[in-house]
């Protein structure tokens, strides 16, 4: 059986969760924090989590890796479409989602979540970056239901997660929500994929985690 290693306060480890539940794939998670342990970096070279132990007892890392794995070594329940183009389609928005919307909000989450402290320049410019990041997203998001058209695929499966955060974050930090601002109808879609089982199942399992969380610190 598969082992999920990381916390569920992660959007990174809820993308591969909800995946691995979508899937119906079997599992069992380790609550586990990043760590710069030899041992730890020996699983996952950078010392991040999420990443997996899979059946045969091999270490996996990087959630976009993982999923991809996941879809290729259990195809049952797919989250590609059969496509060849379409499923670029879904790995193009999932690049733009995590390189230029995700990976630049994250230097806002030390001030916006954790009671850290950001700089102004760095504010400002990540308000900037991710503004456009979200523009350009929003050229790409179909909202026809799902994410890319009529099939519920990986690309929601990433939106849902790092989407809410960055909304939250940026709430939170500039008093705006700039995912809602820069993608019309976005409150609907979230909500949308919000009603799926597996969805409330991560949402409560990172509700109880944030509150154990923030109980510690
Ligand atoms: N590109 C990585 C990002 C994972 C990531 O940033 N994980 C965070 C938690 S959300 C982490 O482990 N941070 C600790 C660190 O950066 O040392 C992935 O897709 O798995």
Redesign the pocket.
């Given at each position: 059986m598969i082992t999920l290693y990381g916390f569920a306060i992660?959007?990174?480890?809820n993308k591969v969760k909800f995946t691995l539940l979508e899937k119906q794939i079997a599992f069992t998670e380790e609550a586990t924090r990043?760590s710069q342990d030899a041992d730890f970096l020996e699983r996952s070279p950078?010392?991040?989590?999420?990443f997996i132990k899979t059946a045969n007892g091999q270490f996996l890392?990087?959630?976009?890796a993982i999923l991809e794995y996941l879809e290729d070594a259990y195809p049952a329940n797919p989250i590609y479409p059969a496509d060849a183009f379409e499923r670029a389609k879904v790995r193009e928005f999932i690049q733009h989602i995590?390189l230029n919307v995700e990976l630049i909000a994250?230097r806002i989450y030390g001030e916006a979540l954790f009671g850290g402290k950001v700089s102004q320049e760095i504010k400002d410019e990540v308000e900037t970056k991710v503004t456009t990041g979200l523009k350009g997203l929003a050229t790409l998001l179909k909202c026809a239901p799902y994410a890319l058209g009529e099939q519920f695929t990986a690309a929601d499966i990433v939106a849902w997660p790092h989407l809410q955060l960055i909304a939250f974050a940026s709430q939170a930090l500039y008093g705006k929500d700039l995912v809602a601002e820069n993608i019309p109808g976005i409150d609907s879609y979230i909500k949308l994929v919000e009603s799926r089982p597996h969805a409330q199942k991560v949402s409560a399992d990172r509700a109880a985690a944030l509150a154990l969380f923030f109980q510690a610190k």
């Amino acid at each position: 059986m598969i082992t999920l290693y990381g916390f569920a306060i992660s959007n990174y480890y809820n993308k591969v969760k909800f995946t691995l539940l979508e899937k119906q794939i079997a599992f069992t998670e380790e609550a586990t924090r990043p760590s710069q342990d030899a041992d730890f970096l020996e699983r996952s070279p950078l010392g991040k989590i999420p990443f997996i132990k899979t059946a045969n007892g091999q270490f996996l890392s990087e959630s976009q890796a993982i999923l991809e794995y996941l879809e290729d070594a259990y195809p049952a329940n797919p989250i590609y479409p059969a496509d060849a183009f379409e499923r670029a389609k879904v790995r193009e928005f999932i690049q733009h989602i995590e390189l230029n919307v995700e990976l630049i909000a994250r230097r806002i989450y030390g001030e916006a979540l954790f009671g850290g402290k950001v700089s102004q320049e760095i504010k400002d410019e990540v308000e900037t970056k991710v503004t456009t990041g979200l523009k350009g997203l929003a050229t790409l998001l179909k909202c026809a239901p799902y994410a890319l058209g009529e099939q519920f695929t990986a690309a929601d499966i990433v939106a849902w997660p790092h989407l809410q955060l960055i909304a939250f974050a940026s709430q939170a930090l500039y008093g705006k929500d700039l995912v809602a601002e820069n993608i019309p109808g976005i409150d609907s879609y979230i909500k949308l994929v919000e009603s799926r089982p597996h969805a409330q199942k991560v949402s409560a399992d990172r509700a109880a985690a944030l509150a154990l969380f923030f109980q510690a610190k």
